[in-house]
């Protein structure tokens, strides 16, 4: 079987695209090839896969898989590459664009240059705050500044849902922290039922901060949508930032605001190469 396929990423979080209005790849197969497509060494290379489907609710279906096959509710990147290969594809020419993910039909405003898309930004809704449906085995409503023990140091993080479970730690140096231990420690630690994304992030200013992002079923990460909204959530309820930021990640920089309960993300999308490959 010969797969068609695009490589696009979001600030560096890459995914391999899909079109399965042209395509034969099912959720199943997600499952079961993103593991070897998205290996680096061996195979495409990516965070993982997005399928872009038909949507009877929707201007166009997202799904996407982790690089271990597992599926997430969302991503934050991935959206607005969607997005714009919806656009430049000719499948939806609608601006605002409504896309249909596992956390509901969210909506997507491009602006255009040279008539392709050349950022994005997406209404991600609303964060949830309730300790047990983000999910968490913590009876609390917001969680804010809960400890935790690693390593024989205490680290006191923020828990915030974008349709997928968010772990947020705010850090003195970001930069030169080794996250691996710790974020493979949080994602699968039993207090996380589904698992969980941990970011780990710097203050720089209440408008700017800095963001490493410990992936759920990927690990890190050059960047994360969702993350960043949980981030500018996290900020804002624990007093630390305004609710409005500059999130610096390590593949590039998102606008984030936070009002009337509904997080914006702003950022740009990109193609890095089309290709096929035979499965």
Known sequence: MTLNFTKMHGIGNDYIYIDCFKESF???????????LSHRHYSIGADGIVLIMP????????????????????????????AKYAYDNNISKNNPMKIETLRGVLEANLFIKNDEVDSVEIDMDSPILEGLKIPTTIDKTPIIDEPINFNGKTYYFTCVSMGNPHCVIFVDDVKNMRIDDIGSFIENNPMFPNRTNVEFVQVISRGEVIQRTWERGSGETLACGTGASAVCVA????????????NHLLGGDLILTYKDNTVFMKGEARYAYRGYVEL
Not at 26 to 36: F, H, L, Q
Not at 235 to 246: A, H, M, P, Q, V
């Open 55 to 82: 949507s009877k609710i929707a201007d166009v279906t997202m799904r996407m898989f982790n690089y271990d096959g597992s599926e997430s509710e969302m991503c934050g990147n991935g959206i607005r590459c969607v």
């Open 26 to 36: 099912t959720v199943e197969d997600a499952k079961k090839y993103s593991p070897i």
């Open 235 to 246: 900020g804002f309820i624990s007093k630390r930032t305004d609710n409005i930021i500059l």
